[in-house]
């Protein structure tokens, strides 16, 4: 029996998985020897098999004004065309790309070269935008570069865990096993600091069910009780970090500690000393984060108020210590390395003239995009204003995804010419393409992703490809050749990877104090390629990269981590709102194209519905059962069954993020989302948002 050795096609922990080709048929396990899941799998990687074939798999490259069916050549040929065309009349930023965590390393690297490289414009932004893009900037705010300085191992000898709006059981549950794990072994504690009580929270030994929103102040007021406390380490404050005391004085100037804001918070003060008092008199905390903080109005000062907690302590980069971001999605790190964010060069580059001229060199390429594009909420704003002339759209569904997906679909259907690849025609996004392309999806298609620890795993194929299904990275590849540009005769995936890798050491050897690093695989050989085991960056030989920043030196131009001043953006409530709370549900993925036609992963939550506290159902004289309407200020509403569900408080709703505009009737919880964003990731604000509850 033949083996084949890939990893999983879902969440960020990225677990590696064993392929066993058999006459009779394919089965799957985990992959033992994974740093990430030491063999074991949830059940969404058990029953990945189950999700093939797709059922509405796209085969064949296909015009949807005529329904035609069209050959690769015409359908590169007319991309290349229109783009041109567009760039010519409209200007380079008239054209855009927008990708997915869901696409490999390889493919996200050639997007961007060709945007950013060739095309002249940064308007390439990632579903990436709506998930990581708070914990981005956290990271680049406070260490200089955009890393995780921690490994999955921190949780196994952390004394204490805490993890913050995270549902971490549904959401990364190889993990959340493996802290469950860590906890019976060392008896570490765990604390979920969550405004519901989640199947996470249920298994805490301290839930902490602060209101909707409110991280931030609860974070700066332990950083402020923190600092004056002796747990703090004043040489390694004094030596590696910058910015301590501008930042507790900013804070003194908005943050009362007259017992108001926990007030706010909804935390008693005895709950708080309790919070206080781990984090005091603990050495080995680890604090992970997840969308509960980064889809916030404060996304980005959150991440930032509990890394300045882990800073006054100097714990970062130390086993079990520091701050953790979990990734959502397979390949949302992967993605960052190349510059898959609209803010971002690839390298983890910005657009100074230094970086700039590095790139225009390597590529060599004369048109680099000297300045950061469009992010997703602005991309899609501007299709609708007309400005975007031509978009590519790669593995993701924005007309479900997006908040505020009518603008989104309203600017689908202005943008004069949307391209649209993915595995699947039944997309709400397909629906509103010109031209649709059928891309590899997993088990088909081949390349690298990296997870939430910095591992690179190799997805490798074990089927031949549906139809005339290409890799994504191929489709891109062509068209940049038909618009004419040099650079991109690629044989294979490998042949990408080592160029990135090849950028990697270039881009270290001028920016000494970056830590991605793949300067070990610049001469990667095929069969090397072909055989690549698990591995964390940096890869260079020499670093060790299990943990990053151990001694002290960080990313910044002067080495010194910087405390970030976190400021506070209120949104206003209404005495009869309630706040709307969204999130993943146990089995689902994404907008259900894969795991919603699996009968064994539809049965957790067979139909869309709003979960409410039993109490918000009696004062709406609301049944459980019964449908009711959801309505926000815009006017815009949805109609789906209602749930009791007392681990939420009576304030609050509940709805998952999986359902779409595919059931009979709308049922996308982003409909009734607004666009509003962190101001400084601009990612937007998915969580806590006021609407109303009321029976039809
Ligand atoms: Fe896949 Fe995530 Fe489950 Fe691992 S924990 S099997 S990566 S969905």
Redesign the pocket.
């Known amino acids: 029996m033949k083996q084949i050795q890939t990893n999983?096609a879902?969440?960020g922990?990225?677990?590696g998985i064993q392929v066993q080709i058999g006459a009779n048929g394919h089965s799957l396990k985990g992959d033992a020897d994974h740093t990430?899941?030491f063999g074991r799998?949830?059940q969404?990687?058990?029953r990945l098999l189950e999700t093939l074939p797709l059922p509405h798999a796209l085969r064949y490259p296909r015009l949807t004004a005529t329904d035609e069916t069209i050959s690769w050549l015409h359908a590169t040929q007319l991309i290349a065309d229109t783009f041109s065309e567009a760039i010519q009349q409209y200007g380079s930023d008239s054209v855009a790309f927008y990708l997915s965590g869901q696409l490999l390393t390889e493919d996200y690297y050639v997007a961007n070269k060709l945007a950013k490289g060739y095309w002249g414009t940064a308007n390439v932004d990632t579903n990436s935008r709506l998930c990581m893009s708070s914990a981005v900037s956290a990271h680049l705010r406070a260490f200089g570069e955009d890393v995780v300085p921690g490994c999955y191992q921190d949780f196994d000898v952390a004394k204490v865990i805490v993890l913050v709006g995270a549902n971490t059981a549904w959401t990364?549950?190889?993990?959340f096993q493996r802290i469950l794990r860590a906890r019976e072994s060392r008896g570490s504690k765990l604390v979920v600091i969550d405004p519901r009580r989640t199947a996470t929270a249920r298994q805490a030994d301290l839930h902490i069910a602060i209101k909707p929103g409110k991280d931030l102040q609860l974070f700066s007021l332990l950083f402020r009780h923190l600092a004056v406390s002796d747990a703090v380490k004043q040489e390694y404050v004094n030596t590696h970090t910058s910015g301590l005391d501008n930042a507790l004085t900013k804070l003194a100037g908005w943050l009362k500690d007259d017992g108001s804001v926990l007030k706010q918070c909804g935390v008693s003060e005895p709950v708080f000393a309790q919070l206080l008092a781990l984090y005091r008199d603990n050495e080995e905390v680890v604090t992970a984060s997840c969308m509960g903080v980064n889809q916030s109005l404060n996304g980005t000062d959150t991440t930032n108020a509990i890394i300045n907690c882990h800073l006054l302590k100097g714990h970062i980069g130390k086993p079990g210590c520091g701050f953790f971001s979990l990734t959502g999605q397979?390949n949302a790190m992967g993605g960052r390395e190349v510059g898959g964010l609209a803010t971002q060069l690839a390298n983890h580059m910005g657009f100074s003239e230094k970086e700039h001229r590095l790139l225009s060199e390597f590529w060599p390429a004369s048109n680099v995009a000297t300045r950061p594009g469009l992010s997703a909420v602005d991309l899609f704003q501007a299709m609708a204003d007309g400005k975007i002339k031509a978009v590519w759209i790669l593995a993701t569904n924005p007309a479900a995804s997006m908040p505020d997906v009518a603008l989104v679909r309203k600017a689908l259907q202005t943008c004069p010419f949307v391209v649209v690849s993915d595995i699947s025609q039944d997309t709400d996004t397909a629906k509103l393409a010109d031209l649709l392309l059928p891309a590899q999806g997993w088990s088909e298609k081949s390349g690298t992703t990296t997870n939430s620890e910095r591992t690179i795993t190799r997805q490798r194929p074990f089927l031949n490809a549906a139809g005339e299904a290409r890799a994504d990275w191929q489709m891109v590849c062509d068209v940049a050749t038909a618009m004419g540009y040099p650079g991109f005769h690629y044989r294979n995936e490998a042949d990408i990877f080592r160029e990135f890798a090849a950028l990697s050491a270039k881009v270290v050897s001028e920016f000494p104090g970056k830590q991605l690093d793949l300067s070990g695989f610049a001469d990667i050989t095929e069969a090397e390629y072909a055989s690549m085991q698990p591995q964390q960056w940096p890869v260079n030989g020499y670093t060790d990269n299990r943990r990053l920043y151990a001694d002290g030196v960080f990313s910044t131009e002067d080495g010194r981590a910087s405390f970030v001043v976190p400021k506070v953006v209120v949104q206003a409530v209404s005495s009869d709102d309630l706040i709307l709370l969204s999130g993943r549900s146990r089995d689902q993925w994404h907008t259900r194209s894969r795991t919603g036609h699996v009968a064994a992963l539809t049965s957790h939550e067979p139909q869309p519905c709003v979960f409410a506290h039993s109490q918000t159902l009696t004062d709406r004289q609301i049944v459980a059962g019964q449908l009711v309407r959801i309505s926000n200020s815009n006017g815009q509403q949805l109609i789906v069954q209602a749930l009791a569900d007392d681990d939420l408080q009576p304030d609050q709703l509940f709805m998952s993020i999986h359902w779409t505009g595919r059931e009979t009737a709308n049922a996308s919880v982003n409909l009734l989302l607004d666009s509003r964003r962190d101001l400084c990731s601009k990612q937007p604000a998915f969580k806590g948002q006021c609407v109303k509850l009321s029976p039809i």
């Open positions: 999983c879902y969440c922990v990225g677990c990430a899941n799998l949830c969404k990687g058990e990364h549950p190889v993990l397979p």
